[in-house]
């Protein structure tokens, strides 16, 4: 069964059949529909994310050395030129390509506290790069690996370098697994 879903002013599609879109989805597709965004012509569009548990933008944070290079981070007040991010839908996974040129993965080769890591370093779409950005309520979207139940969180119960890190590691939709694209 094929549904379409707008969520904060993202239409998703896909197969999706546990989710059902509620009034206020179809209200607020309508709504999107006038502004000059459709099922039909949706397809990439640049957008904020940002987190619900702390009010604040994810970043993809350039300029670190090594593996932190590129983290993904809900730790900006703001939106600048790092908290762009290009989402494109797909009927199998979507895609988020950070507006420095690189596509968003979930470091799932690394272990301990940056196991399932969000950085912006891969150059085309692999396992690690598939997700799919599904509603959780009206304004609400949650990020989930594509093949895999393994939601998005904002860290945010880790201080210094780490606070706010994004990470593929929930089994379901909690308070650091909200977002909302702006």
Known sequence: MKKVLAASGLVLAGVITALAPSPALASSAAAQSTAGVSAASAGCQTRAIKSLANGRYVSAEFGWSGSNDGMLRARATKVGPWEKFRICQGLLYDSIWSTEGNYVSAELG??????????????????????????CGTGCVAIRRANVQTYVSAELGNTGDRYGMLRARAGSIGPWERFSLQ
């Open 110 to 135: 690394n272990t301990g506290a940056t196991k399932g890591m969000l950085r912006a370093r891969a150059y085309k779409v692999g396992p690690w790069e598939e997700f799919r950005i599904i509603s």
